[in-house]
């Protein structure tokens, strides 16, 4: 009995340092890239520190390309973390913060305030750009809202996981319908579907990180029933938790994480299904460090793209959905090969 459990602290502690240290990397990661983001512009990578000297070059520091990183940062943050409570609430591995309908909710939002308002996420004015983003967000929270109703509730995981799925089919419908009543509206809105950080200001990073602090704080606060479903609805009900408002805890930070995150950013792929299971394939734990951990992640992955899609094609900028797609896409296709030939599933 007691090497049994000298053996079971052993491993919990080489988990617990497996955390910390992947949670150093991931701050040291962090930091490098808002950094190298500071300095990537559209002539290529230069250094931030030297903008100083020059007005203009100082503008374009303060105002565009430091909200612009920490903007990408914060919304790879939100996304990391929706994915984590999304894949342990339903379960499952492939699950994404974009399940309850979110994603489609936001784009309708997003174009209903194009259409009828003449307003654009492009627009100099930032009451215009607060405009689209807060209809956006509306929207988001509406189609998530809309997906509790239709579930009755948050106490069939199965049920409110195909209420997402059809409230998204019919949002993402509703879109197109007003797309193609108002024509006008289609370049705006293809930016804010391939997704895109262009468009982050020091409001939208205040915005982000008031959202990932109430969204942290939530999962972080209410992890124990992510790690009671791990064993089964009934085993976490003999447990003694509150499974319900639990739940409902969970799917409000998930809805205002990402609903938050693509109000600012559009539609950014990949990033809330692969940060979760990068963390999980590095340095499994409970789901309170999870939730912080994938959360980091996501943030890190983010912004690497973000720069990245700024300097490939300079001084042209390659749409960081786009991107993420592509190199989500790819991972997700290598790590179902790797887990075939190893005869396991994702």
Avoid at 103 to 132: D, I, N
Avoid at 180 to 194: E, G, N, R, V
Avoid at 290 to 303: E, I, P
Avoid at 307 to 335: C, H
């Amino acid at each position: 009995m007691s090497v049994r459990k000298d053996s079971a602290d052993a491993a919990g502690g080489d988990g617990a340092r497996r955390c910390a240290w992947l949670a150093a990397g991931l701050l040291i990661a962090s930091a490098v890239l808002v950094v190298l983001g500071a300095g990537v512009g559209s002539t290529g990578i230069g250094f931030a520190w030297g903008a100083d000297a020059d007005p203009v070059a100082r503008q374009i520091l303060w105002d565009i390309r430091l909200p612009r990183t920490l903007g990408a940062w914060l919304a790879g943050a939100l996304l990391g973390l929706a994915g984590a409570v999304a894949q342990g609430l339903f379960r499952n591995p492939l699950a994404d913060p974009y399940l309850l309908g979110s994603a489609s909710g936001a784009a309708l939002g997003g174009a209903l305030a194009m259409a009828f308002f003449g307003l654009s996420p492009t627009a100099a004015q930032w009451l215009a750009r607060l405009g689209v983003t807060g209809m956006a967000f509306l929207g988001a929270v509406a189609a998530v809202l809309l997906t509790l109703v239709l579930a009755r509730g948050v106490q069939h995981t199965l049920r409110l996981l195909l209420a997402g799925v059809i409230v998204g089919v019919v949002l993402g419908a509703a879109r197109d319908l007003v797309e193609l009543a108002s024509p006008d509206i289609l370049q705006a809105m293809q930016a804010f579907t391939l997704g895109s950080t262009s468009f982050v200001g020091w409001i939208a990073c205040g915005l982000m990180a008031g959202a990932w602090a109430l969204s942290a704080g939530a999962a972080w606060v209410l992890a124990r029933a992510l790690d009671g479903l791990v064993l089964g609805e009934a085993t976490a009900a003999s447990l003694g938790l509150p499974l319900a408002p639990m739940r409902a805890g969970l799917v409000a930070a998930m809805a205002l994480a990402t609903g938050t995150a693509v109000a600012q950013t559009g539609l950014i792929a990949f990033v809330g299904l692969a940060a979760p299971h990068l963390v999980r394939s590095i340095a499994p734990c409970t789901h309170q460090r999870h939730g912080v951990l994938a959360s980091l992640m996501g943030a890190v992955l983010l912004l690497a793209a973000d720069i990245l899609a700024r300097w490939i094609l300079a001084p042209q900028e390659l749409p960081v959905g786009v991107l993420t797609a592509a190199l989500g896409g790819s991972y997700l296709l290598w790590l179902m090969h790797r887990r075939t030939q190893l005869g396991r599933g994702l």
